[in-house]
């Protein structure tokens, strides 16, 4: 399975990305996984200094770095038949005039979805935004880039770019009052009519 798991903060992509993660070892699978390599600072890889010398880059080098992380994961995504990719290009075409690089637009996503593999699947995972401002306050992250002024309008940021994409295999997941373990499954009822022979092969099995 090849995926793109976008949406604002604290709509669950992480935690679907660590299920699908266990739930193919189960199997056999090993799914490279990409979450926190597009925000700044990644806080999954890099120490307490490098977060905070990443956070302190100039604006234009920012840009930089991100545009180059999208295309070196062009390859990832090439090679890696299961491979999940929080974020990815769409995030970045998001947060990144919005966040990092103010001014600076992000003009290359239709030409890095021109070379992502067909059978690439993007989800776009939502969540009401009481409950994403909900989220945030019971359990805040490090580094949190969105306000809850700006939950409405980020997300309907992400809803424009999900069904503008050039993606033909879209899966949208509303996460509003789907407890965490629950959404594994969730997920593997939606995706199912987007899979290619290979991935209904593992998942035929599944009593979804």
Same mark, same amino acid.
Request: hydrophobic share 40%; glycine share 4%.
């Given at each position: 399975m090849?995926?793109?798991?976008?949406?604002?903060?604290?709509?669950?992509?992480?935690?679907?990305?660590?299920a699908?993660?266990d739930?193919?070892k189960?199997?056999?699978?090993?799914?490279?996984?990409d979450d926190?390599?597009f925000?700044i600072?990644?806080?999954?890889?890099?120490n +307490? %200094? #490098?977060?905070?010398?990443?956070?302190? $880059?100039p604006p234009?080098?920012? =840009?930089?770095? !991100?545009?180059m992380?999208?295309?070196?994961?062009?390859?990832?995504i090439s090679?890696w038949?299961?491979?999940?990719?929080?974020?990815?290009h769409?995030?970045?075409?998001?947060?990144?005039?919005?966040?990092?690089?103010?001014?600076?637009?992000?003009?290359f996503?239709?030409?890095?979805e021109?070379k992502l593999?067909?059978?690439?699947?993007l989800?776009n995972?939502?969540?009401?935004?009481?409950?994403?401002?909900?989220?945030? +306050? %019971? #359990?805040?992250?490090?580094?949190q880039? $969105?306000k809850?002024?700006?939950? =409405?309008?980020v !997300?309907a940021?992400f809803?424009r770019?999900?069904?503008?994409?050039w993606?033909?295999r879209?899966?949208?997941?509303?996460t509003?009052?789907v407890?965490?373990?629950?959404?594994l499954?969730?997920f593997l009822q939606?995706v199912?009519p987007?899979l290619?022979?290979?991935d209904?092969?593992?998942?035929?099995?599944?009593?979804?």
């Amino acid at each position: 399975m090849r995926l793109i798991l976008i949406g604002p903060e604290y709509v669950g992509k992480t935690t679907l990305a660590n299920a699908l993660r266990d739930w193919g070892k189960a199997r056999g699978r090993v799914f490279h996984m990409d979450d926190g390599d597009f925000t700044i600072p990644d806080y999954h890889h890099l120490n +307490k %200094a #490098e977060q905070e010398a990443m956070v302190a $880059l100039p604006p234009v080098l920012k =840009e930089r770095f !991100q545009r180059m992380v999208i295309y070196y994961h062009l390859d990832v995504i090439s090679r890696w038949e299961d491979c999940i990719l929080g974020g990815y290009h769409i995030e970045q075409k998001i947060y990144g005039p919005r966040y990092y690089h103010p001014g600076i637009p992000v003009t290359f996503e239709r030409y890095v979805e021109s070379k992502l593999p067909h059978d690439t699947i993007l989800v776009n995972m939502t969540a009401k935004p009481d409950v994403i401002r909900a989220r945030m +306050k %019971a #359990e805040p992250h490090p580094y949190q880039l $969105l306000k809850p002024s700006e939950v =409405e309008e980020v !997300q309907a940021e992400f809803e424009r770019e999900f069904f503008t994409s050039w993606i033909t295999r879209k899966v949208t997941l509303d996460t509003s009052y789907v407890q965490p373990e629950q959404l594994l499954k969730l997920f593997l009822q939606a995706v199912r009519p987007k899979l290619n022979t290979r991935d209904l092969l593992l998942t035929g099995e599944e009593r979804i």
